[in-house]
């Protein structure tokens, strides 16, 4: 046993000599002192010496490990201490100042401002099924959403999701209700690219749902979050709309702010840019999420986070948020 003993330890000291990264060192320390290592297995023995071998080895191969974990973890000090660098303070180093995306930052003030309103923040899967992006939203299998012009399907039968209105199935059935949540997230769609649509972009969907909440509770929220997101009152237009998991549903448009109402590319020359769709949520919404209509009623928005940030900062073309161009971002640094 002792010879055993002894021999190990000379192998740790050859291979470690060896070594120059931590990573080596680490992986030595698995193999040599590790759950599977030899060593290991000569603790693991000790059960089934007798009493007197328990006496003559047990102190000998305790002693051993601990002494091979020493080694080991001299070494790691010593490659430690020869990878220091001297950090010179009298060098002047000039470091530019980080900046977050205006996605996320406008991602934040509007999530901020829902807390304020006694929403909780959720999240949910970029990669979704069927059921939750459109079935369980009463889209039908034969409404224009689901061909494949306009949904990435992928290999696996899932899809990458269009909305981020999945997100109101996931929260009903987790939650229930009474419920108030909102959920920022990236949403894929296959679009032609211009001014104004991406194939990848961002939204927050926004749900409320209790016991006698109407379309004048929608409206104050809807209010009340833009006039805080703008810091200003802004012109808007609420028109009719369309939308399988709303009845009736609602389309909210903003004058442009990049031309101030006149027309441009941005706003296809209307003057008007479609920020919010909305609505209140249809009975069979509510019955998939776990939800009685009969007892409860509610509402739901969607904004466009990225053409809320186009908005905001006066960007004219979406594609610049997915450039990737740091000399963009450079205009967003946190002062």
């Known amino acids: 046993m002792e010879e055993k003993l002894t021999k190990l330890k000379e192998e740790l000291t050859s291979v470690l000599a060896t070594a120059t990264k931590e990573a080596d060192i680490l992986n030595i320390k698995s193999s040599y002192v590790g759950k599977k290592s030899e060593i290991a297995g000569i603790l693991s023995s000790l059960k089934d010496m007798s009493i007197e071998d328990k006496k003559k080895y047990g102190s000998l191969i305790n002693n051993t490990k601990k002494e091979m974990e020493t080694m080991i973890n001299d070494r ?5 201490n020869k990878s220091n660098i001297n950090f010179d303070s009298t060098i002047n180093y000039e470091v530019e100042t980080g900046s977050l995306h205006p996605i996320t930052i406008i991602g934040k003030e509007i999530t ?46 899932m899809l990458l999701r ?4 999945d997100n109101q199935i996931h929260a009903m059935e987790n939650f229930g209700a009474p419920l108030r949540i909102c ?3 990236r949403v894929f769609r296959n679009e032609d690219l211009d001014a104004n ?16 909440v109407t379309i004048e509770n929608l409206l104050y929220v ?19 709309g369309f939308f399988p ?6 389309e909210m448009d903003m004058s442009c702010l990049i031309c101030g109402g006149k027309g441009c590319p941005t706003c296809k020359n209307s003057g008007w840019i479609e920020m919010v769709g909305s609505g209140m949520i ?16 509610g509402f739901a928005f969607g904004f466009g986070l990225t053409r809320l940030a186009m908005m905001k900062y006066k960007i004219n073309d979406i594609r610049v948020l997915n450039s990737g161009d740091i000399r963009y971002l450079s205009e967003f640094k946190i002062d």
């Open 222 to 240: 809807m209010q009340n979050l833009l006039k805080e997101i703008f810091h200003e009152d802004v012109r808007v237009r609420l028109r009719p």
């Open 282 to 297: 249809h009975p069979n919404v509510l019955r998939a999420g776990g939800i009685d209509p009969n007892e409860y009623t």
């Open 76 to 80: 790691l000090e010593e490659l430690e």
């Open 112 to 157: 901020d401002i829902l807390k304020r309103m006694g929403f909780s923040v959720v999240t949910g899967p970029e990669m979704e099924s069927e059921y939750y992006n459109f079935e369980a939203l009463n889209v039908p299998k034969d409404h224009p959403a689901r061909d494949m012009q306009d949904t990435y399907f992928l290999d696996n039968g």
């Open 245 to 250: 998991f709303t009845e009736p549903s609602y």
């Open 197 to 212: 649509h991406e194939n990848t972009f961002f939204q927050i969907e926004g749900m409320v749902i209790d016991k006698s």
């Open 162 to 165: 269009t909305q981020t209105s």
């Open 183 to 185: 959920a920022p997230g």
